[in-house]
C-alpha cells in the first residue's frame, strides 16, 4: 500500500476507495509492428500480451480497469476491438481509455475515449503530466531500474501527490529513474518489480547517490 494505493507486481495499481485499476503503456501489437517493418521476429498472440493484466483482473478484483495511454503501439482499430472483445469475454468492466502519443484514429472505438482526462477519488489521471493538476497519476515516462538478475526492472514512482505508472508492456524500453530530466522528484520513492515481488529502493535521490556516473550499481541496491 502507498497511501490510497495497492501496487502489483504484475505493474499494475489499484485505487482502493474506488476500487479502480489502472494500467499504461500497454503498447499491444509491439511486435506485430516491428514484423510489419520488416523485422524477423515471432509473433505474439494477444491473449498472450494479456496474461498478467487478466492474471491481476482475477486476483485483485477491481470493479473497472482506467488505460492511462498508449494502449496500441499504433493505430489499429481490429486491434482495438479485438482488445474490447477480450475484456468483454472476461466481463472486465473498461471505464476508458485516456489517450497517449501513442493511440490516435479512435474514431469508433469500442471502448470509450476519456479525452479529458478521469478522476478516481482526488486524484487525475492522464498519459502525462502536462497539468497543473494535482495529485496525478500518469504513465509516459517507463520507469525502470537495472537491478542484478532482472535486466531493467520496471518501478512505479511515488509522492503523495504523484504516482508515475511503469510500463506495462515487456517490449517497452524503461526509462532510467537515475534520469534527472525524466524523473526531477528527488523525494520520491522508486518501488521496484522483480519477479513476483515489489521491492522498495528508497527515493530517487538515494538510488543517484549509490550509482557511478555510467549507471553501473556500486553496490546492490
Known amino acids: ?9 504484475r505493474r499494475v495499481a489499484v485505487h482502493q476507495p474506488t476500487n479502480t485499476l489502472l494500467v499504461a503503456d500497454l503498447h499491444l501489437g509491439y ?7 520488416g523485422e524477423a521476429i515471432p509473433a505474439e498472440s494477444l491473449a498472450d500480451e494479456l496474461t498478467a493484466l487478466d492474471s491481476a483482473w482475477r486476483d485483485l ?8 495511454g498508449d494502449l496500441m503501439e499504433r493505430s489499429n482499430h481490429g486491434l482495438l476491438v479485438a482488445f474490447a472483445e477480450w475484456a468483454g469475454s472476461r466481463k472486465i468492466k473498461l471505464a476508458g481509455l485516456v489517450p497517449g502519443n501513442h493511440d490516435s484514429n479512435l474514431r469508433n472505438s469500442p471502448i470509450p475515449i476519456l479525452e479529458l482526462g478521469h478522476q478516481v477519488g ?6 502525462d503530466d502536462a497539468t497543473d493538476s494535482l495529485p496525478i497519476v500518469h504513465g509516459h515516462r517507463h520507469p525502470a531500474i537495472a537491478l542484478p ?3 531493467m526492472a520496471p518501478c512505479f514512482v511515488y509522492l503523495q501527490d504523484r504516482l508515475v505508472l511503469p510500463a506495462y508492456s515487456t517490449h517497452a524500453a524503461g526509462g532510467s529513474i537515475t534520469r534527472r530530466s525524466i524523473f526531477p522528484w528527488d523525494s520520491a520513492e522508486v518501488i521496484a518489480s522483480a519477479g513476483k515481488r515489489l521491492e522498495s529502493l528508497g527515493t530517487i535521490e538515494t538510488i543517484r547517490s549509490v550509482l557511478s556516473p555510467d549507471k553501473k550499481t556500486r553496490r546492490r541496491l
Open 122 to 127: 482526488n486524484w487525475h489521471v492522464w498519459h
Open 149 to 151: 538478475g532482472h535486466g
Open 61 to 68: 478484483s477491481p470493479a473497472q480497469i482506467v488505460i492511462a
Open 31 to 37: 511486435l506485430l509492428a516491428r514484423r510489419e517493418s
Open 1 to 9: 500500500m502507498r497511501g490510497e494505493w495497492w501496487l502489483d507486481h
